[in-house]
């Protein structure tokens, strides 16, 4: 990304070399990050290239026609998670922030997937809990407030399909996870929802060690 790094145990060096050798960002996404970055230090709050590749390759990977997300900010992520789905995938997008979220509507457009993304504004609890309790979604991405993750995570396990994919934002937390000496709300919250899906019988958990971590949750048949 731009200004902020967000792979903290990578040295500067690494993390190049890691950009480097990844599929190249295309205009429209670039300058999505570029404009991202200009609104300062909260541009923190958007996935890395190197994770929007990956959630990109998953939606491919998984043949996603539905997904939802919880967490639009800029919309960057929505756009790659778009940009894997057929024709006619629909992504639902929760967020509650019309000035951020209309940034991404802008590059939604400009990149010809604004028609598979469905986006709701209001608390995305509200958003979750209103929709059918059908396993439909073929792909989950989470990417919110921090001591709502279980809550977001207890919703949307029964709506995902058996081999559906829930994906897990910040479950490094710039490394405080392991810091005894870090006991705020958010660090707490984000222990607290590792272990509660490591527990869960319904779910094969993969922690993967990219950007500022990102679990992989699947759901079992």
Not at 160 to 165: A, D, W
Not at 197 to 211: F, G, H, K, T, Y
């Amino acid at each position: 990304m731009g200004t902020i790094p967000k792979c903290f145990f990578l040295s500067p060096r690494l993390q190049d070399y890691v950009t480097a050798h990844r599929s190249a960002v295309d205009t429209i996404e670039q300058e999505l990050i570029d404009e991202t970055d200009r609104l300062g230090d909260i541009a923190v709050m958007q996935v890395p290239p190197e994770q929007g590749a990956l959630i990109t390759m998953l939606a491919r990977l998984t043949g996603a026609r539905r997904a939802v997300e919880v967490g639009t900010f800029t919309g960057y992520s929505a756009l790659c998670i778009a940009r894997g789905m057929p024709p006619e995938g629909t992504l639902l997008a929760c967020d509650i922030s019309e000035e951020w979220t209309s940034i991404g509507r802008r590059y939604w457009e400009k990149a010809g997937v604004d028609h598979k993304i469905e986006l709701r504004l209001g608390p995305a609890l509200d958003t979750l809990r209103s929709l059918p309790l059908d396993p439909v979604y073929d792909l989950a991405f989470v990417d919110a407030d921090k001591p709502s993750y279980i809550d977001y995570y207890e919703e949307l396990v029964p709506r995902v399909r058996p081999n559906g994919l829930i994906l897990a934002d910040n479950v490094l937390w710039i490394g405080r996870v392991v810091d005894p000496e870090r006991n705020d709300d958010d660090t707490v919250a984000i222990r607290r929802f590792n272990d509660h899906i490591l527990a869960d019988p319904r779910v094969e958990v993969v922690m993967v060690p990219i950007s500022d971590g990102l679990t992989m949750v699947r759901k079992c048949d």
